[in-house]
Every structure is written in C-alpha cells, then in structure tokens.
C-alpha cells in the first residue's frame, strides 16, 4: 500500500507536488538554455537537500519505518532489477571502511533499508552533478580524482 505513511492520502497534496515538478522541470529547462553550469549547480542544490531531508526523515521515524515491510516495487527496483543502471550512474563510487567498493545491491529487510536507499540515490545524484559542475563530465576530470567529491570542491586526500 502506498499510502502506508500517509503521504499519498490527499489529492490537493499530490496535485501540489506534481504541478511543482512540472514547474521545476521547465524552470531548469529555461536555465539550462542560459547556462549549462547554472542548471547543474541548481539541481546540485536541490539534491543536497533531498539528501539531508531523507537523511532526517529517516532519524525521526526509524522505529516506524522498521516495522513496515519493503514494498514489491522497491524490492524489484533495487533487489531484482538491471543492475545495469547502477553502475551507470554510480559516477564516484566510495569505499566502505574496509576499502571495498558498493555492489549496488542492498539487502532490504524493511521499509527502512528502502528509504536508505533512496537517500543514497540521492547523494549518487549530488556527486553525478558535482562533477559536472566542476569538470563538465559525470564523470570528473580525466584520470579521476583522487580525493572525494565536496559540494562545489573536490578535496584531495592524498596528502
């Protein structure tokens, strides 16, 4: 059930948030005519803060989202899915701790595990932009950085 949380219960709701996106859309679109690296850096901003609004929402209903079960299309879009798509778009892979890459396959056991996962979707999309912003490449300069990706700046962690 989508509506699990509540969140696609009022039709006003879901009319706002899909004529905003409409209007964001071809607001970026107007942008993007003007200045490619203002069009990047906007959606650079509006990832970030979908990345801290997830990130924020996941600490205010931890418990809550623990005990809701992974939604079929979550499960077949991150468990079942090309991971083609991933790899992809996983533009700065980061190493974990022990210095290994992500597989790009999560183990969701909960509702929870999902919304993660959407949350690092979401910074995937800040790096992707980040580099654009700075390189002109999804990818980064030629050669890689060496350091990770900070907002506007790559941080060299090699000294």
Same mark, same amino acid.
């Given at each position: 059930?989508?509506?699990?949380?509540?969140?696609?219960?009022?039709?006003?709701?879901?009319?706002?948030?899909?004529?905003?996106?409409?209007?964001?859309?071809?607001?970026?679109?107007? &942008?993007?005519?003007?200045?490619?690296?203002?069009?990047?850096?906007?959606?650079?901003?509006?990832?970030?803060?979908?990345?801290?609004?997830?990130?924020?929402?996941?600490?205010?209903?931890?418990?809550?989202?623990?005990?809701?079960?992974?939604?079929?299309?979550?499960?077949?879009?991150?468990?079942?899915?090309?991971?083609?798509?991933?790899?992809?778009?996983?533009? &700065?892979?980061?190493?974990?701790?022990?210095?290994?890459?992500?597989?790009?396959?999560?183990?969701?056991?909960?509702?929870?595990? &999902?919304?993660?996962?959407?949350?690092?979707?979401?910074?995937?999309?800040?790096?992707?932009?980040?580099?654009?912003?700075?390189?002109?490449?999804?990818?980064?300069?030629?050669?890689?950085?060496?350091?990770?990706?900070?907002?506007?700046?790559?941080?060299?962690?090699?000294?």
């Amino acid at each position: 059930d989508h509506g699990v949380l509540g969140g696609n219960d009022n039709m006003l709701d879901r009319l706002l948030a899909s004529s905003m996106a409409f209007g964001y859309y071809w607001y970026v679109i107007v &942008v993007y005519l003007w200045s490619e690296q203002a069009a990047y850096h906007l959606s650079e901003l509006i990832e970030d803060h979908a990345y801290n609004t997830y990130d924020t929402f996941l600490l205010k209903n931890e418990a809550k989202l623990k005990a809701q079960p992974v939604p079929e299309i979550a499960r077949k879009y991150y468990e079942e899915d090309n991971p083609f798509l991933f790899d992809l778009f996983c533009t &700065v892979p980061e190493a974990d701790d022990e210095g290994q890459f992500s597989k790009r396959r999560p183990r969701l056991t909960n509702l929870y595990d &999902v919304f993660v996962n959407v949350r690092n979707d979401e910074r995937e999309h800040w790096k992707t932009l980040c580099n654009l912003v700075q390189f002109d490449d999804m990818k980064g300069p030629p050669g890689g950085v060496t350091g990770k990706v900070e907002g506007t700046k790559a941080i060299d962690e090699s000294n």
